[in-house]
């Protein structure tokens, strides 16, 4: 226990003055409640950002309530124990301590209730107030307050929407080595969110992520790897990247190295060991994954053809809103695979994926409106809709389109 003591001492200034079992108790406390971010604990704290785990919170709680028995003035004995009880979803009993703690201006305790607040989890919702707290600790330098108040600029928890205050936050969370907030940076930076578009800065920040083995940073570094995206494509590397997030059963990263698997992009193609990959990201509730296990059911690339498996993951993707497993569906259900035909519906997919901008579904759904079928024979929409296809390159739109003089 000493290591913990020692910390003791750099977190409040006062261990040299416990006595042996009251230092041996708040180490204890610490060593299963004390935050890697707050002062003292810098680095070596056992808590990340997303807290204490409700499940390993009983320990922490055992140790915590007998620091602040013996020390019932202890602010942060007060405040882990609060954390610990909160995340046990004791919430009785640790409001009263989390709003002693903060009100001393205990960074844990402002960050603990400030999101409980925000969330109306325990306590009566008041946003305003629990940004509030977030805030007083994020500008403390607490590193989860700062992606918390993130956060709340984001969603317009408490403040009013703003996404450059909370760029500014997240980048301020990602300097103080929060992963979570590296691959946020990184995402904003690609998509011009909040900040002006930096490809490159974007792929640093990925970079940063992925070497401290996050499998979203893994997965994001080989995206921008494979595409060219803020560094020299590079195949090996996209490759390497992906493996690696995939090795941690990511849903996304293995979902992508199916998809490199097979095409054979830096490997050889295997559309067995791909449809593995695909099936296993579909278990993680992934829409693409479901939409491309779907493609080699339905086609008997890698797996036995099953039309009535490929249908249902069609629908899994569709109804998630991915308009590629929209347009596959409509045309399974206009032929009767793998189930009953049901025209009807297929038009109202199509529609949707028309509607959507799905290039594919403006040239299907105009293919219905030129043929009749399940519409009324419509010349001047199956034109309309053709041209909007073509407008977007859609080869067969611009065949289509010809053909009716388009």
Not at 12 to 30: E, K, M, N, S, Y
């Amino acid at each position: 226990m000493r290591h913990w003591q020692k910390l003791a001492v750099l977190g409040v200034g006062l261990g040299a003055l416990c006595t042996p079992a009251i230092a041996g108790a708040f180490d204890d406390c610490a060593s299963l409640a004390a935050s890697k971010y707050e002062p003292g604990y810098e680095g070596v704290g056992p808590i990340d950002l997303g807290g204490i785990d409700r499940y390993g919170a009983t320990d922490a709680i055992a140790a915590c309530q007998s620091a602040l028995i013996d020390d019932p003035s202890s602010v942060q004995a007060k405040a882990w124990l609060g954390a610990a009880l909160a995340a046990h979803l004791e919430y009785d009993k640790a409001i009263a301590l989390l709003e002693d703690a903060a009100g001393q201006g205990n960074v844990v305790a402002l960050n603990v209730l400030g999101g409980l607040l925000v969330l109306g989890k325990g306590v009566t919702q008041d946003a305003a107030r629990g940004t509030g707290m977030l805030r007083q600790a994020a500008e403390a330098n607490f590193a989860p307050a700062q992606i918390g108040l993130a956060y709340s600029y984001d969603f317009g928890d408490g403040v009013a929407a703003d996404p450059e205050e909370a760029f500014a936050w997240y980048m301020s969370a990602a300097q103080a080595g929060v992963v979570r907030a590296q691959v946020i940076v990184g995402d904003r930076l690609q998509r011009g969110a909040g900040v002006q578009r930096d490809d490159k800065i974007a792929a640093q920040w990925f970079g940063k992520a992925a070497e401290a083995g996050d499998p979203d940073g893994q997965y994001r570094l080989g995206l921008a790897y494979l595409e060219g995206r803020g560094v020299k494509a590079n195949k090996v590397q996209a490759l390497a990247n992906i493996k690696a997030a995939s090795d941690q059963f990511y849903g996304p990263g293995m979902n992508a190295m199916g998809y490199l698997t097979e095409l054979g992009i830096g490997l050889k193609a295997d559309e067995v060991a791909a449809a593995n990959l695909y099936d296993s990201a579909r278990g993680r509730n992934l829409p693409v994954a479901a939409f491309n296990l779907a493609r080699m059911q339905e086609d008997g690339k890698g797996v036995m053809a099953d039309p009535a498996a490929a249908r249902e993951n069609y629908r899994f993707a569709a109804e998630a809103g991915d308009m590629h497993a929209a347009v596959n569906l409509a045309l399974m259900y206009l032929k009767g695979e793998g189930g009953a035909a049901d025209t009807a519906t297929a038009v109202k997919l199509l529609q949707h994926a028309a509607d959507a901008g799905s290039a594919a579904g403006q040239n299907d759904l105009g293919r219905l409106y030129e043929l009749g079928i399940g519409v009324e024979v419509d010349l001047d929409r199956a034109k309309e809709l053709y041209t909007q296809a073509a407008a977007k390159g859609y080869k067969l739109a611009k065949s289509n389109l010809s053909r009716l003089g388009g």
